[in-house]
């Protein structure tokens, strides 16, 4: 059973911790903790507020999340990481090698697709990519 689930992208600003929070909410009584982090991580940052702002419309308040940098360790602490993007899967694998086993994406119980950054870009990107994170999320709930 998973009981530490780690989500990475790059800047751990908005895909990542929107998924963290998605997850929070979903799992909340089932004592699984949810963290999330960056390959480039903008430290110390809160969530962008496009990303936060979707979070809100949909009932979740990620106004405590601080973006942190991804090491070995966390990598080998989790016992599932999700990456956004096939990308991301490398990187983490290249960190901590005795971690690949138990690196997937995001989406791989859908289309196994890369989820796109929406850094900078409209609320409608946004709005679309949160979509695709929540169908993300509730894909793999059944498994944990």
Do not use: T
């Amino acid at each position: 059973m998973f009981k530490n689930i780690l989500v990475i992208c790059v800047g751990n600003i908005c895909r990542s911790p929107a998924a963290e929070f998605l997850f929070r909410d979903k799992l909340r009584h089932r004592g699984i903790q949810v963290r999330s982090a960056g390959l480039k991580a903008m430290v110390g940052y809160p969530m962008d507020d496009n990303a936060m702002r979707v979070l809100k419309a949909h009932g979740i308040d990620a106004a405590e999340h601080r973006a942190r940098q991804l090491n070995a360790d966390m990598l080998r602490e989790a016992d599932l990481v999700l990456a956004m993007e096939r990308e991301h899967l490398g990187a983490a694998a290249r960190l901590a090698p005795e971690a690949s086993g138990k690196l997937f994406l995001l989406d791989k119980w859908r289309e196994a697709g890369d989820i796109p950054d929406p850094y900078r870009r409209s609320q409608q990107v946004f709005e679309h990519v949160h979509a695709m994170i929540e169908r993300g999320v509730d894909s793999w709930l059944k498994y944990l």
